[in-house]
């Protein structure tokens, strides 16, 4: 069992950042994938950036590459989402997900176990 905590969500304006923080807790952290997804009101949850059990791989969805960047810290047990000139259709709760082995995927099914989700808000 891996138990997820989310932090630093809230509210900013159009071109601002916020730094997403993620902390696990239970089995080996270093066993897990991890993911970032979010879901705005009235949509599906949708995959934003996930990381490889080492962070070597990196994969982002088309519309935050380049503004997003996604980390990890094994000796920390934890997963950042640095995001950076945020728009107004970046607004939605954001979750952080964890996938057992060390491939990592893209949709909400690929994952095991989440967090209970952090929103985010940018206001224009």
């Known amino acids: 069992q891996v138990q997820l905590v989310e932090s630093g969500g809230g509210l900013v304006q159009a071109g601002g950042s916020l730094r997403l923080s993620c902390a696990a807790s239970?089995?080996?952290?270093?066993?897990?994938?991890m993911g970032w997804f979010r879901q705005a009101p009235g949509k599906e949850r949708e995959f934003v950036a996930a990381?490889?059990?080492?962070?070597?791989?990196?994969y982002y969805v088309d519309s935050v590459k380049g503004r997003f960047t996604i980390s990890r810290d094994n000796a920390k047990n934890t997963v950042d989402l640095q995001m950076h000139s945020l728009k107004p259709e970046d607004t939605a709760v954001y979750f952080c997900?964890?996938?057992?082995?060390?491939?990592?995927?893209?949709?909400?099914?690929?994952?095991?176990?989440w967090g209970q989700g952090t929103q985010v808000t940018v206001s224009s």
């Open positions: 997900a964890a996938r057992f082995g060390t491939v990592t995927g893209t949709y909400p099914t690929n994952y095991d176990y």
């Open positions: 239970g089995r080996t952290f270093s066993s897990y994938a």
């Open positions: 990381i490889s059990w080492n962070g070597g791989r990196l």
